[in-house]
């Protein structure tokens, strides 16, 4: 069943110009709904792996369906397609500092061209499920770091993408505030979206109890089924 | 409708973004300005020494005067020859009795001093006023008339004309030269300043791009931008324009002291010349966020 994989990986490598192998033929498949962390060392590729799904890159070599389309072959034209169908989420927020919160998660959908009450509605929605309505007037720099990253991923899933891609989420944040991201993240995931997060908190990856994929100087280390992480005790 | 949303959204974005970076738009929208005033200035002036050219054109007469001691006989036999030449249009005869009168009817000094001198004392000349058909030829008739027996002299304005029209027309391609180089400065200046807003709103790009803008929906704002930039730009020429020349043509009533140099009416007049200015705004405008875009808005 094709149609269940959401993103599929065949023989992918990646070499980047100045001749840095960042992936090395890797392949792996992503079914509809599932929530997957990325774990693995500094620099063994993670988020090369995201950017070639996102089509921030473009692979070497290799194919990469994201729901049915070889994003590899995608020309920088035509990129917007695919962005519009997933959300991308960072460790740094990137929210515009000029701009309230309700206004930065509304940026993701005026571009559309969508009539202010159908933004409104669905504003509200993605602010509702980030637990962060009350806040709609403030502005980032009266936010915290963890209401910052909700704020984000409100933005990400306000136009109901398939997918969410988060790069270390949490990588800014204190274990309280992550676990609360976490919440955000699960509920996102409940509701039918794929999520795919690169993390090196192993802390928070056993405890999610998701499936896990670590990477290995750009290989696939191993790929744990939901719940058989077990970080390394020291 | 949703295409027009959008554009609205881009439009009214383009349009605070122009206000909010105001000192950093004023040299170009300076720039336009100084551009444009040249423009309509010498459209105005090309627009009136043209009409002036024509009117001075459709007068064009050589006058021919005759020995002092010429006979009637000769005066009508003149008459047939100069008949007989290429190119001409009317011929009329003005006798030096007749020129007296006139001259003494038209000023006090003249009577004082040709009072004296009547009949054979005139010391006036008869002249034959000759007008021509074709300009471009009068030289050409004028040196034939000349060489007809009892011609003392021939005297036609065409020199002095073409002297004005020449030196009008050497302005017009000068300014024409000089507006050529301020609309490049102006491209350059208009580019530089899309520039730096796209500089500054970097981030927003790159949000933009991660929500899935298109490269469309993301140059077209910085393309709105130079196109504000010219238009705010043309605001003041346009103004001076329309003000301006009716005030002008209001003062001269028409007219410039001599009736050769008659005024072209103001309306529609300066509203083709505001249309013109506008153009000329907008595609400025636009080559500048063009080049800009083109340049840093590499996707
Ligand atoms: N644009 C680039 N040009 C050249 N080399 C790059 C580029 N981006 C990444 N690399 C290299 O590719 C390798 C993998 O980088 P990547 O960013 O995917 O690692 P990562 O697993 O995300 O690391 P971290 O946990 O530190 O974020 C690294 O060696 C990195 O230096
Ligand atoms: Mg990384």
Redesign the pocket.
């Known amino acids: 069943m094709i149609l269940l994989e959401l993103i599929e990986l065949n023989n992918v490598t990646k070499r ?3 001749g ?1 192998e ?1 992936l090395n033929d890797v392949s792996l498949t992503i079914s509809k709904g599932e929530f997957v962390f990325i774990i ?10 995201v ?1 070639l799904i996102y089509r921030e ?1 473009k692979p070497t070599s290799g194919e990469i369906f994201v729901g049915g389309v070889n994003v590899a072959k995608v020309r920088n034209r035509k990129v917007y397609k695919i962005r519009r169908k997933m959300g991308v989420v960072f460790q740094d927020f990137k929210l515009l500092e000029k701009l309230t919160v309700y206004e930065n998660v509304a940026f993701a959908l005026e571009i559309f061209g969508l009539k202010s009450s159908e933004i409104h509605t669905k504003v509200l929605k993605a602010l509702e499920l980030v637990d962060l309505k009350g806040k709609a007037k403030s502005y980032p720099d009266q936010l915290s770091g963890g209401e910052k990253q909700r704020v984000a991923i409100a933005r990400a899933i306000v136009n109901g993408p398939k997918l969410l891609i988060c ?2 989420p949490t990588g800014n944040l204190d274990e309280e505030t992550s676990m609360g991201i976490m919440d955000v993240l699960k509920n996102v995931n409940a509701i039918g979206t794929t999520i795919i997060m ?1 993390s ?1 908190d192993t802390h928070i990856v056993e405890k999610m109890k998701k499936r896990v994929i670590e ?1 290995e100087e ?1 290989r696939v280390k191993k790929d744990y089924a939901k719940g058989k992480y077990k970080r390394a005790r020291v | 409708m949703r295409v027009f949303r959008m554009l609205g959204r881009d439009i009214r974005d383009a349009f605070h973004s122009v206000i909010r970076n105001f000192s950093l738009s004023l040299a170009s929208i300076t720039c336009i300005v100084i551009t444009l005033l040249i423009v309509s200035i010498s459209i105005m002036l090309s627009a009136v020494v043209n009409n002036f050219a024509d009117n001075v054109k459709k007068d064009m007469t050589i006058i021919a005067f005759l020995d002092v001691d010429i006979t009637e006989d000769r005066i009508n036999e003149m008459k047939l020859e100069l008949e007989k030449l290429d190119n001409i249009e009317s011929i009329t005869f003005d006798s030096k009795a007749k020129i007296a009168s006139q001259m003494m009817k038209d000023s006090p000094v003249f009577e004082s001093i040709l009072g004296d001198y009547t009949g054979d004392n005139n010391p006036l000349q008869d002249t034959y006023l000759v007008k021509v058909k074709e300009v471009e030829k009068i030289g050409d008739t004028a040196k034939k008339i000349e060489s007809i027996v009892n011609v003392e002299s021939v005297q036609y304005g065409a020199g002095m004309v073409e002297q004005l029209i020449d030196v009008f027309s050497t302005i017009r391609t000068i300014s024409l030269g000089i507006v050529g180089a301020l609309i490049i400065v102006t491209i350059f200046l208009i580019s530089n300043t899309i520039k730096i807003t796209i500089f500054s709103r970097r981030k927003e790009i790159e949000i933009m791009r991660l929500v899935g803008a298109s490269n469309i929906n993301i140059k077209i704002p910085f393309l709105f931008e130079g196109i504000f930039l010219g238009l705010f730009g043309s605001i003041i020429p346009i103004l001076a324009t329309i003000y301006g020349y009716t005030y002008l043509y209001d003062y001269f009533g028409g007219y410039i002291s001599i009736k050769t140099i008659q005024l072209i009416k103001p309306t529609p007049f300066v509203y083709y010349i505001a249309l013109l200015l506008v153009a000329i705004a907008v595609i400025v405008g636009s080559l500048g966020s063009w080049r800009a875009v083109k340049k840093h808005l590499k996707i």
Do not use: Q, R, Y
């Open positions: 980047f110009k100045n840095t960042a693995g060392h500094t620099g063994c590729g993670k988020s090369t792996l950017k890159e790069d270390e690169v090196h990477l750009g």
